[in-house]
């Protein structure tokens, strides 16, 4: 049984560690209970705390929650009217299929009314649904239009052209078949992207995506240099070289040719070596191999041959083998010699 690692005094964003609580009987991870920078006490998976899964006891998400709310309201009120509340779909309680337009069993009529900043006014009893319906119509033309071309507080529209939003530039305006203003950009990687102008202003866009790939990866990326994986060992990261799962990384094979191989397949054990093991150019193989080829022609042993620096190193006939089958071990040393010569 593993032991337990202790996360008593340990602070994790606005949460302090008090002690171990218990296990959870379904993961069997250990929780521990913790106070958080507003007083609130809360019980918390280890692992969770160690990931950043959690970094208040929620206080901090509904502070931050709240105060996007408060702007995104600020955004869309133009004179104390909502724009998204003007454009908002009929509700499902609805049973005349028009907004603004209800039966009154009182007066056995159909009354026609419409919200204008915070109030209600009634535009009249009509025999008729249709009357109603036009006259709600004729009502929205009146009140609800002139706040549905305004494009912010000034009334015009916010032209981003040039700006700058982290990684991304816009260019021009996008010609595109939707209600709000949509831009053109380029991103610092050299990607084009159209990007809502909302999602601009207020930070939810800030690159085509590779920003998020990069900060994932940072999360991820183990140090791995010096380890050995098979016949490989890990030397140094390969700069510019990356994909989602991790970054390449350079490696010397026992055979000794270099190879840059995924960080993920080599933890993962998917790669071994730089494909001299697959078709079966071992070191001992090789040296096995080649020791009884020589055995026949009465010459030198395993161990000796390894130290004679007159024959080919164990790379130098890997090199030369290419795709050839071990048997022919001894004709490329043969080969060797004589080219030597």
């Not at 032991?3 to 005094?9: A, N, P, S, V, Y």
């Not at 084009?192 to 909302?198: F, K, R, S, W, Y």
């Not at 991790?246 to 730089?274: F, P």
Request: aromatic share 6%.
């Amino acid at each position: 049984m593993t032991k337990r690692k202790d996360l008593t005094g340990n602070t994790y964003g606005e949460l302090e560690v008090l002690g171990y609580s218990h296990n959870d009987p379904n993961s069997r991870t250990p929780v521990w209970l913790c106070r958080c920078s507003c007083g609130t006490e809360k019980e918390i998976a280890g692992y969770a705390l160690e990931h950043g899964h959690y970094k208040s006891c929620g206080c901090k998400r509904d502070e931050k929650r709240d105060k996007g709310l408060i702007e995104h309201i600020k955004q869309d009120a133009v004179d104390g009217t909502r724009k998204s509340a003007l454009k908002a779909k009929l509700h499902k309680g609805n049973k005349s299929g028009h907004k603004g337009v209800s039966w009154m069993d009182s007066r056995q009529k159909w009354k026609a009314y419409i919200g204008v900043k915070g109030k209600q006014i009634t535009l009249g009893y009509f025999e008729s649904k249709a009357d109603a319906i036009a006259a709600r119509k004729a009502a929205e033309e009146k009140y609800h239009k002139p706040y549905l071309k305004t494009k912010n507080k000034s009334g015009v529209l916010i032209d981003l052209t040039g700006k700058r939003f982290n990684r991304l530039k816009v260019i021009k305006r996008a010609q595109v078949d939707k209600k709000d203003p949509h831009w053109e950009c380029v991103c610092d990687c050299g990607e084009e992207i159209i990007v809502n102008g909302g999602a601009l202003r207020h930070g939810y866009s800030q690159s085509c995506g590779c920003l998020g790939i990069e900060r994932r990866r940072e999360k991820t990326i183990v140090d791995i240099a010096g380890k050995r994986f098979g016949n490989l060992v890990a030397i140094k990261p390969v700069e510019g070289k990356s994909k989602k799962q991790g970054v390449y990384w350079l490696c010397k094979c026992d055979c000794g040719n270099e190879h840059t191989v995924l960080s993920h397949n080599l933890r993962y054990g998917m790669t071994k070596s730089c494909g001299c093991l697959r078709l079966g150019y071992t070191k001992e193989k090789v040296l096995d191999t080649l020791a009884n080829a020589l055995k026949v022609n009465g010459r030198m042993t395993k161990k000796e041959i390894e130290n004679d620096k007159d024959l080919p190193s164990f790379p130098t006939i890997v090199k030369h083998l290419k795709v050839r089958k071990i048997k022919d071990v001894w004709n490329v040393v043969d080969e060797y010699m004589r080219d030597k010569d």
